[in-house]
């Protein structure tokens, strides 16, 4: 009787717990943990003027013989990356990289021709892997590293041509960085234990295109890309280092430059809209790809926008072209935007009080730091900021 009576006393805890458990779930979305930081419902838009950025002027060879015209505020910073109290913009046409100190609200850089770099359009994307920030080699021979710990730049070598369109995206899994392929038919792999760098081959399902994808994601042990003009979305498998896609075609997209950048929610990933009208959905759980409206927001014009990061359930795309900063709740998937603030004349921000109302490109990547996101400055002469 008494076994009886101490198994009905456990029996009786464990119900007890169980229910404590199912109580907590229910008011905790499955893909979010208590510690993560929460937006509420107020977000508000800033900007902080860059006054120190250095720029560089006059032409480069970019490859196929092609040249462009560089000017001291064009294509700034192309992704961002967050360590502690500090975000880090991957240098474009920049010879430094950019980074902002968000105790003290100070933009400041460090100078990448320390190390040699300069030239215009040098990394697209940047990923964290412990103190140093990866950023992807685009027109360059080098993956660049910026080293948190003594603010110090320098390069690790790809053993390949200082040119054309190589990769747009870095994502860390583990102690390696994967590259998203652009126009190379390879993804590139960079181990930070032995600073080497190598390649794995997309053939025979892909080639040397341009423009394949653009950002990238991981979830588990894989990375996704997003689909620039690829009708699929690229599959990187880093623990058997295999490549494979997963169409798009099936929910209708197959335009040209579709999603620029990604960003994992849980099990989904979800893809920036540059000239799709929805946000890219992939549910790894099963490999199906689909879509969420953005014309209910009435956002529907092509570049819309470049980069996604996200703050606990909701997902936050930054302003190319758009004058909003666009939102996903991944709860309710419904998408809705929050308007830049501009100059008070109401036209632009020359006055430093918000970005250039009218300006193509104003940012190009985004990085967050507990309830902050940081927008990469690209054509404009701000940092954007998003509290919520």
């Known amino acids: 009787m008494a076994v009886c009576s101490e198994m009905a006393t456990m029996r009786s805890k464990i119900d007890a717990l169980a229910a404590t458990v199912d109580a907590l ?27 120190t950025h250095v720029g560089i002027s006059g032409t480069y060879d970019y490859g196929d013989n092609h040249m462009k015209s560089v000017s001291d505020d064009d294509e700034k910073y192309s992704g961002a990356a967050a360590i502690g109290t500090r975000v880090f913009f991957a240098p474009s046409d920049e010879d430094n990289v950019g980074v902002f100190d968000t105790v003290t609200n100070i933009f400041s850089n460090i100078s990448t021709l320390v190390a040699g770099v ?78 080497t760098f190598t390649t794995i081959s997309t053939a025979p399902t892909l080639g040397k295109v341009h423009h394949k994808y653009w950002g990238g994601a991981a979830v588990g042990k894989r990375v996704f890309f997003a689909p620039l003009d690829q009708h699929n979305v690229g599959v990187f498998d880093t623990s058997t280092d295999t490549f494979s896609t997963i169409s798009t075609t099936d929910a209708g997209v197959t335009g040209s430059h579709k999603y620029w950048g990604a960003v994992a929610v849980g099990n989904r990933v979800f893809f920036a809209p540059h000239n799709e009208d929805n946000v890219g959905v992939l549910d790894t759980a099963t490999d199906t790809f689909s879509t969420i409206s953005t014309t209910n927001a009435n956002v529907t014009a092509n570049k819309k926008y470049r980069g996604a990061v996200a703050i606990g359930t909701r997902v936050f795309f930054a302003p190319y072209n758009e004058d909003n900063v666009g939102v996903l709740d991944t709860v309710t998937n419904i998408f809705s935007t929050v308007s830049i603030e501009l100059g008070s004349d109401g036209s632009d921000g020359s006055d430093g009080s918000g970005p250039s109302g009218n300006l193509q490109g104003k940012y190009n990547g985004a990085a967050a730091i507990g309830t902050r996101v940081f927008f990469a400055p690209y054509n404009d002469d701000t940092m954007g900021v998003l509290e919520c």
Request: proline share 7%; with cysteine.
């Open 118 to 195: 300069k030239d215009g359009v040098k990394y697209a994307g940047a990923a964290v892997i412990g103190t140093r920030v990866f950023f992807a080699p685009f027109y360059q021979d080098n993956v660049g590293v910026f080293d948190t710990s003594t603010d110090t730049f320098t390069t690790i070598p790809t053993g390949q041509p200082n040119w054309g369109n190589q990769y747009s995206g870095a994502t860390a899994v583990g102690t390696r960085v994967i590259f998203t392929p652009s126009y190379n038919a390879d993804v590139g792999v960079l181990d930070t234990s032995t600073d």
């Open 25 to 51: 779930l229910a008011v905790s979305p499955s893909n979010v943990t208590p510690t993560q930081p929460q937006c509420g419902t107020e977000m508000t838009f800033s900007t902080a003027v860059i006054s």
